[in-house]
């Protein structure tokens, strides 16, 4: 799962761009926007490869016919079928040939249910998607995570009779990587005062649908002659190298309604021809007259200054492998978050069982991360609170105790949570730097090595600003080397401005005050906020940036 966009540089943190088209107060401009950030890094598609044995015989003179399909359970319970095997003729240990295919988002829990069916001799010449499952003999059914599957290549699974083994393996598209750099010459300037703001836009065309945008560039300010950062591009998100890319060229405007310079369309193969051939191509601009349409071809020039195709090792090559996620938990204490007895606190614990924001944090975040943690023992920390005869304390372990901050799941760290609450009286200041410092040394010490392959997942839950900003960042700039990703969540109405300020997405690496620039970004910020009708959870878009930043750690170090 590489990550396909550039870094983007202060004046793009708001670079976007329509399919062609300007949007009116940026809606078009924006919906591009929205779905690049809702993917965060691109799924990685998955060929699961199924063989069972000691089924049920349900036949009376020979053995069953068996024929595995695949569903993905969605949240309201309900199964979307994804998938079916061959069926494979008297057999009660069949190794079926027919692979299925299932997009992987680490982000999201994606619970697959499996179900055997010997099919009756009068559908054998059926078609398999038309063979009506009711009119089937059930042979059993298993169930397991994709995380899981994925985690381990090969898992094996208990039916009601006889075993299923389940082979997962990541398409060979996904580890092929194309890097490229791309230049301009003699831009058009959209701008009254100053020079153009250009950024370009990829989206793969779809004959079916409208152009889908995969990757975006950061905005060049004021440069007719502009050449981008690199930009990376997998064989899977686009295809084929033989499918046509829109490339479009817009001038940035803080509006959001951004002007199209010009466009062209290529494939990756054409993109390397004029690489190799140290040409460029035209831009052209859609124009339409009555149901005629035609394209004006412009003095402006793309050029490719690098094409470079490698394999590289994806994230789920990194966990296959061994590799761990592991999960640690601090949250905000201060008095600021109201008497937790109170109805009104963000700490309030609703009788019903109906989970507050802290607890909902937790839970939406710990459901995805735990499975990549072998031992399922979590750090849990707590900050800005008194224990009882004792100072305020800016760092310490949720479970009460003096020497052992690991709680056992997530159960582990809402009962330490719930328990914390009537053991410590909210205080304060909020203060992030001795939480931060605290895993970063933990971080330090398990670095990955080649026998020990750990990252770490640092989940800050707050309520309010943090106040010791320059140590935060301080220890945010001295982790930055670290195997580490810092996830903050913002709960409560609070004004959450300088926390998106630590969040590198939306502008420069972070400096410290003493000068010394973070090697990567490994914080991102969201304010929690209830989900609305099919909107992505915001859980889930902070999730989504963490396969990139790991693989940005690995690929600095050469793992």
Known sequence: MGNCFSEESPGGAQAVGSGGITGEGGGVSDAVNLFLKSRGAPFSQIELSLSASKLRDRDMLSKSDPMAVVFLKKRDGTLEEIGRTEVMLNSLSPSWIAKINVNYQFEVVQPLVFQIYDVDSQFHNVPEKMIRLEEQQFLGEATCLLSEAVTKSTKTLALSAGMLTVHAEETFGAKIQTEMIFRCSDLENKDLFSKSDPFLIISRVSESAAPIPICKTEVRKNDLNPTWKPVILNLQQIGSKENPLNIECFNFNSSGRHDLIG????????????????QGDYFFIPTGVGHEHHNKVLKSQIFVDKYFESRQK???????????????????????????????????????????????????????????????????????ARPIDGPVSHCFNLNGSAYQPEVEGIQGIMSAYVSALYNVSLAGP??????????????????VTSGSQKYFVLLIITDGVVTDLQETIEAIVKASDLPLSILIVGVGGADFKEMEFLDADRGERLESPNGRVATRDIVQFVPFRDVQNNE????????????????????NRDC
């Open 263 to 278: 466009k062209v369309v290529k494939s990756m193969t054409e993109l390397e021809s004029l690489h190799h051939r140290h």
């Open 314 to 384: 994806t994230f789920l090559d990194y966990i296959s492998g061994g590799c761990e996620l592991n999960f640690m938990v601090a949250i905000d204490f201060t008095a600021s978050n109201g008497n937790p007895r109170l109805p009104d606190s963000l700490h309030y614990i609703d009788p019903s069982g109906r989970p507050n924001a802290y607890q909902r944090a937790v839970m939406e975040v710990g459901e995805v991360l735990q499975f990549y943690d072998a031992d399922k023992k979590f750090p849990a920390w707590g900050f800005g």
């Open 430 to 447: 909020t203060l992030f730097g001795h939480v931060i410092n605290t895993a970063a040394t933990i971080a330090g010490q398990q670095s």
């Open 536 to 555: 992505i959870s915001v859980i889930q878009s902070l999730l989504a940036e963490l396969p990139g930043q790991f693989l940005s750690y690995m690929r």
